[in-house]
C-alpha cells in the first residue's frame, strides 16, 4: 500500500482531517457514488455511527465490509 493521504472535512460543526490509504479512500468514494451521497456527507455517516471507534479505524472497517459485501469491482 502506498503512503497516508488527508482530506479535510467538517463534521459535528468541527473542522477535522482524516488520514488514509489511497485505496480505501477509493473504496469510500465508490460507497459515496453508490449510495448518492457527497464524500463529506459520508463521512459524517461514519462519524455519527462510529460510537468511541476512531474515524479512521471506522472508515477503514466500512471499506472492508463493503469489498467484502460487494466485491472489489463493484
Known amino acids: 500500500m502506498s503512503g497516508l493521504s488527508k482530506r479535510s472535512v467538517v463534521l459535528a460543526g468541527h473542522a477535522t482531517s482524516v488520514a488514509l490509504e489511497p485505496e480505501f479512500w477509493a473504496v469510500l468514494d465508490r460507497i459515496a457514488e453508490m449510495r ?18 476512531p474515524l479512521a479505524s471506522a472508515c477503514r472497517l466500512l471499506a472492508l465490509t463493503w469489498v467484502a459485501e460487494h466485491g472489489a469491482a463493484a
Do not use: H
Open 36 to 53: 448518492t451521497l457527497s464524500k463529506a456527507q459520508l463521512l459524517a455517516d461514519i462519524d455519527a455511527n462510529r460510537g468511541r471507534r
